[in-house]
Structure formats: structure tokens, C-alpha cells
């Protein structure tokens, strides 16, 4: 058998991907056309890439059906409780930052921290009868960080896209995202909070600690990270 | 399983020889009442199923909010009820906590004497947990409130206070704030502080803002809560002993905190009403801030009984007074409660059977 590797099917991540592996000496690359799903990998032996959506890499890892895999820290935090006991981070990559952030209209200008958003969602609540919305697709990172820093009254609404829009459609109130630059946030007048991100994410390679190796596999595990100058 | 179900069939029967009506409940719940009720947060807890015709619903994450909506819509006045079944809680942080596990009730609606429902409550779950090898532990959540209700502050921080009297590190955060002179805020000196701001978009609306900036103008002007006053809340929050001892000491204190005079007398008059039951009020812990991270709806007398001999144990039985819950519930109706929940899994294993 070979060691699988999880990178992501498409777009810059892939390509930085193949990029930052390239610059070790290990040359991936999709085969096929253009619409096929299947990868080559060179200059080391026994590997094997696994293309996959960067949102399965974290579950696939977890399972133990993939040795190595490059997604975001924000996503294994995400989708894996205790993930310190599934992956461990090998390397961050130096590319995909990202940052997860709460946003509120920039005209709440009585809002600049949590503890302000925590005394708007109050008032909010008691006016509205509904606990004040922020919609996100990063339910467990943002419900764990609200209740760190002890926000009450507000409810999260789930966003898979176009999170930033929701709030001038009435379906929330404010909004938690990935965001790198802030400019789309800016556009649709929102305003980050002063408290800082709630997670700093970048494209990061990650271990399984749950897949099995054999002999084989465990030697060309050990030779692809010294290959990568990891050790 | 079958030992756990017998004896959860046994407590039951048990407090149904008491008066008690048996009561079952679904175990899906409609997830809109548990959410604003609980928040967020019990998403973190409990599992959430959904289909396209009801929306979301929750796997019963216990039983004390269906039977209190039971009990609201057709109850008797007073009534006693008793259940036993299954509840789901999620786990996501220790894969040693079972997700489901059974618990057995014991709840009490009763207008006339909330101090001796209290002792009825507790006698009942202590004598049900018979010689297993367990300590007790209680609070009282109605002595902090009356504390702070009547600190020399404004009605709004006290207000945001009592808010986060279940999160005692918020609690503590917004003390410390209240104890200093407001720090100054940029926005509230300027001629229009929607100078710079972009559109009014969402719901919350520029009149929501106004009137917040108007609330943070007049909390400038608030004199801070003086050092005594913390360290009056401060010894309060410190007292832990048994019962008879924290009583005294909250005595003392209430020289100087007349505020919490008829709380403490309360707890007195509960003392006394527990002996009456036959507890041995000696060797029971009081704990000012025991039960503050429990669940929210617990508004007065708090109780948990813990393995004396398993220290990594969950609390075999844990109960409380929640009168603020039914004044929720019941759409304006409300009546005092309480009432508690035994773990017969964990009694079986503290027996030695496990």
C-alpha cells in the first residue's frame, strides 16, 4: 500500500500546494483532463495524491483514510473535536491566510468589542423577542469563542455563502467569516470588532494520528518527511 | 442496561408510593423552545435533528422543560410528578462521557411552602440514594441575587449583572469594570458620532444605537461601586462551609448586607426544615456560588450529591428550585418549582454492581 496524500482538487490552494511540495522536491500534479480528479506524484516513492474538497480533508484525516493532508487550521478546528488527539500540524505552509472574524454593520457605532456586542445582543433581544443572529458557517469555533469571552442572547444562523449579504437581507444581524483582506466585508458595510480575530488560519499539512502503517508504508512516510525537511 | 432500567423502574415506583404522578414525555423536542430558552449554547450539547416539516428538533436533553410545559398547560395546582427515561447529551469533548444515559424525576409544583418543597425535594433524593457512599453539596442562587439587587449602582449594571450571575467570569470581568471610573469612549465625544458610519442596514436599527449611546453616556456618569461593597461580595462569594457554620457566617455578613437579611432566613428556615426531614444539616456543604455554572434556569436553592469514593464521577443527583422557568414557559402563568434528577447508572456503580 502507499501513503495517501489529501490535498485540495482545485483553485490558488492547489496550486500553492503543488508549489510549496515542488520547492522540496516532490513534483505533484494533476493527470488527465482537466475535469479528472486524479494526481502524479515524483521524487519520492510510495506516495500517493489524493485530491479532495479542502472541508473533507479534516473528516478524512480524522478517519484515518488518509496518512497526510493540506487544509486550513481553521477547518480541522471546525470539524474535529479534540483534533490535537487526531492530526498533529507538521508544517504551516506560509500561504492561505486567513482570519476568522465578527462583523457588525459599521453604523453600529456604539459597537467595537465583544463586550459592547454582548450588551447590543441584550437589548436586542428584550426589543426584537429573538435573540440577536450571526450567521456562519463555523458553528462549534464561534459558539466556543462567544461563550469564552461571554456573549449571551444571540443565536447563530448558518451561512455556507455570501455570509457577508445576509445581514442587509434581514437574516442576521452581524456576521462571523473567513476573511484575508476585509475588502468584501467593507463593501456590504460591515466592520470588524476591536477584539482581534477569533482564530488566525493558515493552509497547514497535517498527520493522522489514527491512520495504520505497515512497515513499507512507515519507511516512505519517514523519507517523504525528511524529503520535505520536516524532521 | 437492564440493571440500570430496573432500578430507574424501582425509584420511580418509589417516588410514586410518595404521591407522585408518573409522567413520560416525547423524546423529540421542538429545538425553538430549548433554544431560547438556553441559547446557543445548548447546541454544543444536545443533538439537533431536523426534517422539512417540523424544522429542527432535539433529542430531550432532559426532562424538566417538557414536563414543566406539561404541567402548564393542564396541570394540577399543586402537583408532584415522577418520570424515568432516556436523555441525549452530545459529547464532543470526552469520548468517556456516555451520550445518553437514563435519569429519574422527581418534580414539585407547590404554591404553598417553596421552603419545605426545598427539604421535600432533597430529603426524597437522599433517602433514594439510600447508603450509597455520596456527599452533598448545595447553594443557594437567591442570596447573590439579593446581594447584588441591592448594590449602590446604577439599575443598568446591576441589570448586566444579574444577567451573568451563571457566568462568574463575565460576572467577575463586569465587577471589576464597575469598580473603576467608566473608561472614556471616543464615540460619545463627538458632535455626530454617525459622522463616518456607513448605511443603516439590518435589523437592529439607528435608533437601537442611539439609544445605546445614550445608556453608555449616562453609565459614564456612574460612580463607581466603592471598595466595600466589593469586598462584601467578595466574602459572600467566599463562604463555603456546613451549613450550620456558612449560616452563621452569612449572618455576620448580613450586618453589613441588611440586603440579604430575609435570604439568609430563608436559608435558616430551610436548615430547619431539612432537619425536620432527618438530614443531618451538619454534614451538609453550603457554597454561595455552588450551582452558578450550572444550567441557568436554577434560581434559588441548588443541590448535587457526588461519589464520595469516585472522584472523576458526574453528580449522581443534582436538583433545584426554578421558579424563573415556569414564569418563561407559561406564557404569563407562573408557579413555583422544584425538583431533582438521579442517575441510577452511576448509583448502581457507586453500589458496587457496575
Same mark, same amino acid.
Given at each position: 500500500m502507499t501513503i495517501k496524500l489529501g490535498v485540495p482538487s482545485k483553485g490558488r490552494l492547489m496550486e500553492k500546494t503543488f508549489e510549496w511540495f515542488g520547492a522540496r522536491g516532490v513534483e505533484l500534479s494533476r493527470t488527465g483532463s482537466d475535469r479528472e480528479y486524479a494526481g502524479a506524484v515524483s521524487g519520492v516513492e510510495g506516495v500517493e495524491l489524493v485530491l479532495l474538497s479542502a472541508g473533507e480533508i479534516p473528516r478524512e484525516l480524522a478517519a484515518g483514510r488518509i496518512h497526510l493532508g493540506v487544509t486550513g487550521t481553521d477547518l480541522i478546528r471546525e470539524k474535529l473535536s479534540n483534533w490535537e488527539q487526531r492530526v498533529d500540524e507538521l508544517a504551516l505552509l506560509g500561504f492561505g491566510h486567513a482570519d476568522l472574524i465578527i462583523a457588525v454593520p459599521d453604523f453600529w457605532v456604539d459597537v467595537r468589542t465583544l463586550d459592547d456586542l454582548d450588551a447590543a445582543a441584550a437589548k436586542f433581544r428584550a426589543r426584537n423577542n429573538f435573540? !440577536?443572529?450571526?450567521?456562519?458557517?463555523?458553528?462549534?469555533?464561534?459558539?466556543?469563542?462567544?461563550?469564552?469571552?461571554? +456573549? *449571551? /442572547?444571540?443565536? !447563530?444562523?448558518?451561512?455556507?455563502?455570501?455570509?457577508?449579504?445576509?445581514?442587509?437581507?434581514?437574516?442576521?444581524?452581524? +456576521? *462571523? /467569516?473567513?476573511t484575508s483582506t476585509g475588502e468584501t466585508l467593507r463593501a456590504n458595510h460591515l466592520r470588524l470588532l476591536d477584539d482581534g480575530p477569533a482564530l488566525k488560519s493558515q493552509a497547514t499539512l497535517f498527520r493522522s494520528k489514527t491512520a495504520d502503517l505497515s512497515d513499507k508504508e512507515r519507511v516512505d512516510l519517514a523519507a517523504l518527511i525528511a524529503k520535505l525537511a520536516l524532521t | 442496561m437492564n440493571r440500570v432500567s430496573d432500578k430507574a423502574n424501582t425509584l420511580r415506583t418509589q417516588f410514586e408510593q410518595l404521591g407522585a404522578l408518573p409522567v413520560e414525555t416525547a423524546i423529540l423536542q421542538p429545538a425553538g423552545t430549548l433554544l431560547d430558552l438556553y441559547g446557543e449554547d445548548i447546541r454544543g450539547r444536545a443533538y439537533i435533528t431536523s426534517d422539512a416539516l417540523r424544522g429542527e428538533q432535539m433529542l430531550r436533553p432532559d426532562f424538566t422543560v417538557p414536563v414543566v410545559q406539561m404541567h402548564m398547560e393542564?396541570?394540577?395546582?399543586?402537583?408532584?410528578?415522577?418520570?424515568?427515561?432516556?436523555?441525549?447529551?452530545?459529547?464532543?469533548?470526552?469520548?468517556?462521557?456516555?451520550?445518553?444515559?437514563?435519569?429519574?424525576?422527581?418534580?414539585?409544583?407547590?404554591?404553598?411552602?417553596?421552603?419545605?418543597?426545598?427539604?421535600?425535594?432533597?430529603?426524597?433524593?437522599?433517602?433514594?440514594?439510600?447508603?450509597?457512599?455520596?456527599?452533598?453539596?448545595?447553594?443557594?442562587?437567591?442570596?447573590?441575587?439579593?446581594?447584588?439587587?441591592?448594590?449602590?449602582?446604577?439599575?443598568?449594571?446591576?441589570?448586566?449583572?444579574?444577567?451573568?450571575?451563571?457566568?462568574?467570569?463575565?460576572?467577575?470581568?463586569?465587577?471589576?469594570?464597575?469598580?473603576?471610573?467608566?473608561?472614556?469612549?471616543?464615540?460619545?465625544?463627538?458632535?455626530?458620532?454617525?459622522?463616518?458610519?456607513?448605511?443603516?442596514?439590518?435589523?437592529?436599527?439607528?435608533?437601537?444605537?442611539?439609544?445605546?449611546?445614550?445608556?453608555?453616556?449616562?453609565?459614564?456618569?456612574?460612580?463607581?461601586?466603592?471598595?466595600?461593597?466589593?469586598?462584601?461580595?467578595?466574602?459572600?462569594?467566599?463562604?463555603?462551609?456546613?451549613?450550620?457554620?456558612?449560616?452563621?457566617?452569612?449572618?455576620?455578613?448580613?450586618?453589613?448586607?441588611?440586603?440579604?437579611?430575609?435570604?439568609?432566613?430563608?436559608?435558616?428556615?430551610?436548615?430547619?426544615?431539612?432537619?425536620?426531614?432527618?438530614?443531618?444539616?451538619?454534614?451538609?456543604?453550603?457554597?454561595?456560588?455552588?450551582?452558578?455554572?450550572?444550567?441557568?434556569?436554577?434560581?434559588?436553592?441548588?443541590?448535587?450529591?457526588?461519589?464520595?469514593?469516585?472522584?472523576?464521577?458526574?453528580?449522581?443527583?443534582?436538583?433545584?428550585?426554578?421558579?424563573?422557568?415556569?414564569?418563561?414557559?407559561?406564557?404569563?402563568?407562573?408557579?413555583?418549582?422544584?425538583?431533582?434528577?438521579?442517575?441510577?447508572?452511576?448509583?448502581?456503580?457507586?453500589?458496587?454492581?457496575a
Open positions: 435573540r !440577536l443572529r450571526i450567521a456562519t458557517k463555523y458553528h462549534r469555533l464561534i459558539r466556543d469563542y462567544l461563550r469564552q469571552n461571554g +456573549v *449571551a /442572547d444571540y443565536q !447563530l444562523v448558518d451561512s455556507q455563502g455570501a455570509t457577508e449579504g445576509t445581514v442587509k437581507n434581514e437574516t442576521a444581524e452581524a +456576521v *462571523a /467569516d473567513i | 393542564r396541570g394540577a395546582d399543586p402537583a408532584r410528578y415522577t418520570y424515568a427515561g432516556t436523555v441525549f447529551r452530545r459529547q464532543e469533548d470526552d469520548e468517556s462521557r456516555p451520550n445518553e444515559y437514563t435519569q429519574v424525576g422527581y418534580e414539585v409544583f407547590d404554591r404553598a411552602e417553596p421552603i419545605s418543597a426545598d427539604a421535600e425535594v432533597f430529603a426524597l433524593i437522599a433517602s433514594a440514594l439510600g447508603e450509597a457512599p455520596v456527599r452533598a453539596s448545595t447553594g443557594d442562587i437567591g442570596i447573590l441575587v439579593a446581594a447584588v439587587s441591592a448594590l449602590e449602582t446604577s439599575d443598568a449594571r446591576k441589570a448586566a449583572l444579574l444577567r451573568h450571575i451563571w457566568r462568574p467570569r463575565k460576572f467577575r470581568a463586569l465587577l471589576e469594570r464597575f469598580s473603576k471610573p467608566a473608561a472614556p469612549r471616543d464615540i460619545l465625544s463627538v458632535d455626530d458620532p454617525f459622522a463616518n458610519a456607513g448605511p443603516e442596514i439590518g435589523l437592529r436599527l439607528k435608533l437601537d444605537v442611539q439609544m445605546r449611546l445614550d445608556d453608555l453616556c449616562a453609565d459614564a456618569d456612574v460612580a463607581p461601586i466603592s471598595k466595600r461593597e466589593i469586598e462584601l461580595l467578595d466574602a459572600l462569594l467566599n463562604v463555603r462551609a456546613m451549613l450550620p457554620v456558612a449560616l452563621e457566617q452569612l449572618r455576620a455578613l448580613a450586618i453589613d448586607l441588611p440586603a440579604i437579611g430575609s435570604a439568609v432566613e430563608r436559608l435558616n428556615a430551610r436548615m430547619v426544615a431539612l432537619k425536620t426531614r432527618g438530614v443531618d444539616v451538619a454534614k451538609l456543604e453550603f457554597e454561595t456560588s455552588y450551582g452558578r455554572s450550572l444550567m441557568e434556569y436554577y434560581d434559588g436553592f441548588v443541590f448535587g450529591f457526588y461519589a464520595e469514593t469516585h472522584a472523576d464521577l458526574p453528580p449522581i443527583a443534582t436538583g433545584g428550585r426554578y421558579d424563573a422557568l415556569t414564569k418563561q414557559l407559561g406564557q404569563g402563568a407562573e408557579i413555583p418549582a422544584v425538583g431533582g434528577v438521579i442517575r441510577p447508572d452511576l448509583l448502581i456503580e457507586l453500589e458496587g454492581g
